[in-house]
């Protein structure tokens, strides 16, 4: 039986045991384990508290300093290491709508009336037939551009909800989605925006998510987030109903919603998670690289997203995304070289297997088991350290079964190893 830590090859690929072999394993109540045996002890830095997602498939806090792992919500699959970069949510009170929020007519409110782990929500209704009725509160944005607004619901007895960013200024709606309900499972459906994706169930708690772009903001207007638990898109008065609202998020992204921030009385920032080992655990001038890889927060993001890199993502990029690179896109750079390989099947919401070769004059990549794209190779990635997932613009991305080989594997070992 191979212990848990043990150096061990993939199937198909053995040119000797990898030189870093980080499984990235689940270490409960939301963390991930980081540090293995002969690798170095791992630097992890985030000075702030964030959220993920635990093995029941619900929100879990994981404290400042501890890196997190990550399961799928719906199905429960261990995704592994979860890194972001920062993020701030500048919405108040995202769990209490009694507070900070401002009544539309004469709603109602059951407050902390579902939960899902640590995150509450409020039972909002409308019980008046002739006006709408819900909360709003201005957002202070920061830059006109597109920005991203998330919230956690949970079916009540509504047949359709809505939420609104609108600018009174303009005054213009600036994001508009109706919430409809089949069989218990729900639709959210655009008329201005963009839907990102729904999210859930979050485990047996019921509770989803609806993460969206707006169409442009003007920062300096004001920025009206409201939620409506019974009307439709054409904000129809006559409708009654409730809805669990939650977890609120706007945020000047343009590309991504962040894992859930909470807040109370002051917006709260995220800072980005940084796991890094030492350097001595790969080689400059020769290696093979492979790691298990998921996007959770974007379809379409062509943010940089460097996967495994040498301390720095243009002169020693071993796995990644360069910038402008869609999700199925794997490059790796040793500086003057970059070199992509195209077509791949999309890593949003699915592990996919992306692995890459240095050594030589040569450098190749490759994924899915697809034909390897090769290119020049410089003779040297730079190498300071072994950064993990960094995440600067804020995509999220985990990753597990971290290899790093001091020999280059062959096309065909490069095929096999990611089939």
């Given amino acids: 039986m191979i212990p848990m830590f043990a150096k061990r090859p993939s199937p198909g690929f053995d040119p000797g045991a990898p030189d870093f072999n980080a499984l990235l394993a689940d270490a409960g109540a939301g963390a991930v384990v980081t540090s293995f045996t002969g690798y170095g002890v791992a630097t992890f830095v985030r000075a702030t508290i964030a959220s993920t997602v635990d093995s029941a498939g619900l929100i879990a806090n994981v404290a400042s300093g501890v890196a997190r792992s990550r399961y799928d919500p719906a199905t429960l699959t261990y995704q592994g290491y979860f890194a972001e970069g920062a993020a701030t949510n500048l919405c108040l009170q995202s769990e209490d709508f009694g507070t900070t929020w401002a009544a539309v007519g004469t709603p109602t409110r059951s407050a902390a009336a579902a939960t899902c782990g640590t995150l509450v929500l409020d039972l909002l209704g409308d019980d008046d037939g002739s006006g709408l009725e819900g909360y709003t509160q201005t957002v202070t944005f920061t830059g006109n551009a597109v920005k991203a607004i998330s919230i956690f619901f949970k079916e009540g007895t509504s047949s359709s909800s809505v939420i609104q960013l609108l600018d009174t200024s303009a005054p213009a709606t600036r994001l508009l989605a109706a919430i409809t309900w089949s069989g218990g499972v729900p639709t959210v459906t655009m008329t201005t925006g963009t839907l990102i994706q729904t999210v859930g169930p979050f485990g047996a708690s019921g509770v989803y998510r609806a993460e969206m772009l707006t169409t442009s903001v003007t920062a300096a207007n004001t920025n009206s987030f409201r939620v409506y638990p019974a009307t439709d898109a054409a904000l129809d008065t006559s409708a009654t109903g409730n809805l669990n609202f939650g977890g609120a998020m706007a945020e000047n992204s343009a590309l991504a ?102 050594g030589g004059t040569t450098q190749s990549i490759t994924g899915d088991g697809a034909a390897v794209s090769s290119g020049t190779f410089d003779t040297t990635m730079t190498a300071t350290s072994v950064r993990v997932n960094t995440q600067p613009l804020g995509c999220g991305v985990c990753m597990k079964e971290v290899k790093i080989w001091t020999t280059n594997a062959t096309d065909t070992q490069l095929v096999t190893l990611t089939t």
Avoid: H
């Fill in 257 to 358: 919603c962040a894992a859930y921030i909470p807040t109370t009385t002051a917006t709260v920032t995220k800072n980005a998670d940084s796991l890094v080992y030492l350097a001595a655990n790969m080689s400059a001038s020769a290696g093979t690289a492979y790691a298990e890889v998921v996007s959770t927060q974007s379809a379409t993001a062509t943010n940089a997203s460097p996967f495994l890199d040498g301390g720095a993502t243009t002169t020693g990029l071993l796995l990644g995304r360069q910038t402008l690179a869609a999700l199925t896109t794997i490059s790796m750079d040793d500086g003057p070289n970059m070199l992509e390989k195209t077509g791949l099947t999309s890593i949003f919401n699915a592990i996919r297997k992306r692995a890459s070769a240095w």
